[in-house]
């Protein structure tokens, strides 16, 4: 019994130091000036790559084992389009710590956050092998916008898709977690932190309703498919309704000019005098 709790002791003194590890490296990360990014794609691929290496080199020198290659909770700023029209609901969750709702215990401590996608475009120097200019590529990014409480949610993420409002961060109602909002002529410029994906979510989770735009984890794929399809369903709605224009305004046009030139014929046929004609 007594070897056990000497075991259980050093295990939870390990536990201990490890979690300081862990929030000493967080913070170092958070206290670095942001990276300006063209690509959060590949800045997340190549740091992962270093990791790999490192973590099969085994050496200490590389940073193996420090999380310095993590990309996780690394600042960054991003340029891009936000798709406000696009955006969707995640939780219900509780008030971020440190935030007003969260330090007002007599508030409403569930709510839900507003995830909107920022279409990062990335021109591309240079020529490909046909001597053509390179093409430009796109990607989502998922941007936290901040947390609204449960009685409010409904409302401010209608005036955010219907555009009232333009930007949730300029509400009372949200409260952001470590994300800052600038606009310019070039599109929003962003300044957050990078989190990862919270997975694929378990069987206790229910599944997200598409309907309502509302998922109950953070399951970054998803969200990003769910995203592109509305975005390529909209435009195939809008190129279904061009169509219909042109060919109602096509038949209406012809049945208009028939009816017109009708009328017209017939009247002049009434009105001109029965005499022959030299042609």
Known sequence: EISLGLVGSEMCIRDSFWKVEVMAEREAKLARDPVSLNSVEAFVEGRMLVAEDAAQEGSASTGAGTGDDDPEFTPVVVRGKLLNEHSVLMGP????????????????????HIITPLRVTTVHSGRDGDGAAAPSTEEIVLVNRGWVSKSKHAEVFRQLVEGEDGSPSSSSSLSTDNGQHGGGAGGTEVTAVLRKSEGTPSGFIPAPDLLRRHFFSVDAPAIVDFVRTRMVSCCLFCLFVCWLVCWLGGWLDGWLVGWCNGRWLSLIHISEPTRPRLI
Do not use: C, L, T
């Not at 969750?93 to 839900?112: L, N, V, W, Y």
């Open 93 to 112: 969750r509780s008030a971020p710590k440190h935030s007003a709702p969260f330090e007002d215990k007599m508030g409403e401590q569930s709510g839900f």
